[in-house]
């Protein structure tokens, strides 16, 4: 018997489909025949792996829409922001999974479930360096607070006695003060600013932070903080292109610094396809900054690099932004808006950073 | 012995994947565990990720035929969870002392390591899903997870009638089963 007649013979079998007559010369079949009998019981342990695996992911799914209903109601305590022990747990829980997954050589696509997002998710934390500057230059910060002071004396920009402890990037998606980053940027804060080119800082705090996506959204709370009208640039809901030209602009020093490159890959680390791998030379700091294409369309955000490789650089779909946007709609009411008149087309590129620049904020938190 | 039938009820339930049984275990065991965990150093996302997960050793559980409960289920649920999350805190070697049980409790330690055993099974295969690719991947879950029908199948991924779709699928199980197989018994 050809083996592939055989696997369908013990799917009917299984699943009752076959005549009594059938079973009972299936049956004989597998008494007489050892090999045969073998490949029998293998199929169905295989087929039992196979069911369990389909019923464990309705389950899953139940589960959730039973806990998203139950936090909805408020029976379920819930805060926003997940806290450090949750990565940890998630990385101790699935570190099984890693090995594994090291194992089979050449995984190459992530899979929906979110058991895997999660697990790539928790890679990140041990081989890629999230790109945020723990070790804060204090002296050129200073020096800076000073050059600003001396170019507009009348502003009071320095908050009092606000002692950062790491620094990252972040940029305006809404003029009405919501400020994109990572996730890991603020996970762990307790008191965040943010701070334009010009040095104003404002009060901000998250509204929305994800790990698994690694974004957070930040709403601008200071009331010193002036309404923009019109963002110049816009997001792309579409893939970019491998060897596209990109620019970033970020804050890996306290003066924005530019930095241009290509993309390289159009999926991120071991594979993940909701981010990129590009080109570049980025440095703590540069966390949360746009990845931008030369339209001035915003194509993703810079969230790690590759520790042991050089410009092997990671930055999350802009695409993901838009989930985002979904998620905070649904869970806080909050209606974000990004900007949809682009106005950076065509400009030269020192034109277009000269009308970015300025959305672009240092995020900044103890 | 009213509660008994209403939990072996809601264990019926749980193990059809009904979701209003998800949710009545939900409603009568979920704060007790948070307040457990929170109480031994947890974070309450910790004890959604812990509860959610002794839901899907109770639910292998309650699928077994053999299964029985011979304790209140508050009872059983709260000791899985105690069990998960000392394995947790000993993991990351934050477990100073034993925690001391507030509440009666009774030995699990068997589902666990079994449960642990067959999410590693869980994982292998996923994992193998994953490495097979498109169409495969599609197209033994349209089969094999959403259960549709060959006919559907050879509609769905434009094959000319179902028996084509059949050899494809068979081909696609081979390939599946090599790997599948090739690391399952590597890592026992």
Known sequence: MEENLLLDAIERYRNGEMSDEEKISFEELRKINSNIDKIVVDHNFFLDELERMSDLKSLKHNLDNVESKLINEGFIPHNGGKAKSKVIFLWNKYRRTIAVAAAIAGVVSLSTASLISKYSENKKVGVITPLVDNKLNQFEHKLNQIEHKLNDATLASAKPKFEANFRATGFLVDGNGYIITNAHVVQNAKNLIVENKKGDQFYASPVYSNITTDLAILKITDSLFKKVNELPYTFTKSSAELAEPIFTLGYPREEVVYGEGYLSAKSGYYGDTTSYQISISVNPGNSGGPVIDKDGEIIGIISSKETNADGVVFAIKSKNIYNALREIKKDNDINIKLPTRNSLKDLSRVKQIKKLEDFIYKVKGN | ?188
Not at chain 2, 66 to 75: A, R
Not at chain 2, 130 to 149: D, V
Request: glycine share 2%; proline share 2%.
């Open chain 2, 1 to 188: 012995m009213k509660t008994y039938d209403h939990e072996e009820a809601l264990l019926k339930g749980l193990a059809a994947n009904d979701s209003n049984s998800i949710e009545t275990i939900y409603r009568e065991n979920y704060l007790a565990i948070q307040a457990f965990i929170v109480k031994n150093s947890g974070h309450p996302d910790d004890a959604r990720d812990i509860f959610q997960e002794a839901m899907i050793v109770l639910f292998e559980k309650a699928k077994s035929s053999s299964f029985t409960l011979s304790c209140q289920l508050q009872t059983y649920l709260y000791s899985i969870c105690r069990r998960l999350w000392l394995k947790k805190l000993q993991r990351q070697n934050r477990l100073g002392r034993e925690i001391e049980p507030d509440h009666q409790v009774v030995a699990v330690e068997d589902e666990i390591s079994l449960h642990e055993k067959m999410n590693s099974d869980i994982v292998l295969m996923e994992n193998a899903m994953m490495k097979l690719g498109e169409p495969c991947k599609s197209l033994l879950e349209a089969f094999y997870i959403e259960k549709r029908s060959m006919p559907e199948i050879a509609a769905l991924f434009g094959y000319t009638n179902a028996d084509n779709a059949k050899t494809q699928k068979y081909k696609c199980l081979v390939r599946l089963k090599k790997i599948f197989f090739t690391h399952y018994k590597n890592t026992d």
